[in-house]
């Protein structure tokens, strides 16, 4: 799965204008398109709420840039830090360049958080550079290149007519750290003795999955653990999930691992999962759609359920193991198995927001990634606010 997203993800970054075929849009098209992706936002975003005045913030810098838009290249780009402006990881462009940002958690190694005036490491991705390099938690990011890394957060944020305050912050630096995808990081990391090293840090992209099956199992003190390498989207991933489930005893504890989801995937596999582990349907999320509120004045909420699957069925405790690159449907299965009954367990997920669906701008079919649904527990805590017990 991982190797097939990293090829999809090098082929939407070639250049723009192979993407579509027949005849070019006008110049004021091109225009027109990047005019409209302020309104498309306003009208589609799911939260809204999370700026002061329920609006995207379009700064009179990105505005300009919009009117100054005249081809594929230039709206790309237009896009993309528009986009940027919502401080989200999930809502993004569905084409890049080569330097464009890395995709934050999928090809990130570092969780950073402000505190205070530092920037503290707070988790460090399973076999990654960042972790082959000793990096570790506690330790902090003092610098990115030559910059402090608070200048380079306010930087970010200036470069885009907006100031660092709020989610923005958390947001900047993560993605300074994953860094341009075309190219090594280069990172000043302070260790929790005072000790700072300059490393240079391989991109994540183009490193590939290796030969990793979409799911790994073993056994460890009578428990069948089962880590999903990434694969959630993969739709190899339920026969192989199925076909390690046959094996196990009955009443057997079984562990699922989805600290290496960072990529989500979809409700198909994370219902064959769960199937696993009912008898008769049940409730495993909610869902709201903010958009046909605004559109109609009448707000629409609905329960997703699971289903039972024929002939598969498991009895024996279901523990879940989440952690920072637990991202998107890795935290839709991880609220459903808990609302199935599993303990879930470990840090903090991605905490990226709601469902995405892709909209296609008029002229030139650019598509923009929106989480246009509010996903909840069935308790209606919010997705993006579940905390697992820890471990």
């Known amino acids: 799965m991982r190797a097939l997203l990293i090829l999809l993800l090098l082929l939407s970054a070639l250049p723009v204008a192979a993407q579509s075929p027949g005849a070019e849009p006008s110049a004021e098209a091109f225009r027109a398109d990047a005019r409209s992706i302020e309104g498309l936002i306003n009208s589609q975003y799911a939260y809204l709420d999370r700026f002061p005045d329920g609006a995207v913030p379009i700064s009179p810098t990105l505005r300009a840039e919009a009117e100054a838009v005249s081809d594929r290249r230039a709206l790309l780009r237009y896009a993309e830090r528009a986009v ?113 090293r300059r490393l240079t840090l391989p991109t994540l992209y183009g490193a590939g999955p290796g030969d990793r099956p979409p799911v790994s199992a073993h056994e460890a003190d009578d428990t069948l653990v089962i880590r999903f390498n990434d694969s959630l989207g993969d739709s190899e991933t339920v026969a192989a999930f199925d076909a390690v489930m046959a094996t196990a005893q009955p009443g057997q504890p079984v562990v699922l691992d989805l600290t290496d ?42 329960i997703e359920q699971v289903l039972p699957r024929p002939g598969k069925r498991h009895r024996g405790r279901v523990t879940v193991r989440v952690g920072r690159w637990t991202g998107s449907m890795g935290e839709g299965l991880a609220i459903g198995l808990d609302a199935l009954g599993a303990e879930v367990t470990g840090d903090p997920m991605a905490g990226l927001l709601g469902a ?36």
């Open 84 to 196: 940027a402006a919502l401080a989200d990881p999930h809502a993004i462009t569905g084409s890049a360049f080569r330097d464009s940002w890395a995709l934050v958690p999928s090809f990130s190694d570092l969780w950073i958080e402000p505190e205070g005036e530092a920037w503290r490491i707070t988790a460090v991705r399973d076999r990654s550079p960042a972790a082959t390099a000793g990096i570790e938690p506690g330790d902090s990011l003092v610098a990115v290149g030559e910059v402090p890394t608070g200048a380079a957060v306010t930087a970010f944020w200036a470069d885009l007519g907006l100031e660092p305050t709020g989610q923005r912050a958390g947001y900047a630096v993560r993605v300074l750290a994953a860094g341009r995808r075309d190219r090594p990081r280069d990172l000043t990391v302070r260790d929790r003795s005072g000790v700072e």
């Open 261 to 302: 989801t960072a990529s989500g995937g979809n409700t198909v596999v994370a219902r064959a999962v769960m199937g696993w582990f009912v008898d008769t349907p049940a409730a495993y999320q909610i869902h709201n759609r903010p958009a046909e509120a605004r559109e109609t004045g009448i707000p629409r909420q609905w």
């Open 356 to 391: 995405i669906e892709d909209h296609r701008l008029t002229h030139s079919g650019l598509v923009i990634k929106l989480p246009t649904e509010r996903l909840s527990t069935v308790a209606g805590t919010p997705r993006e606010a579940f905390r697992p017990r820890p471990e």
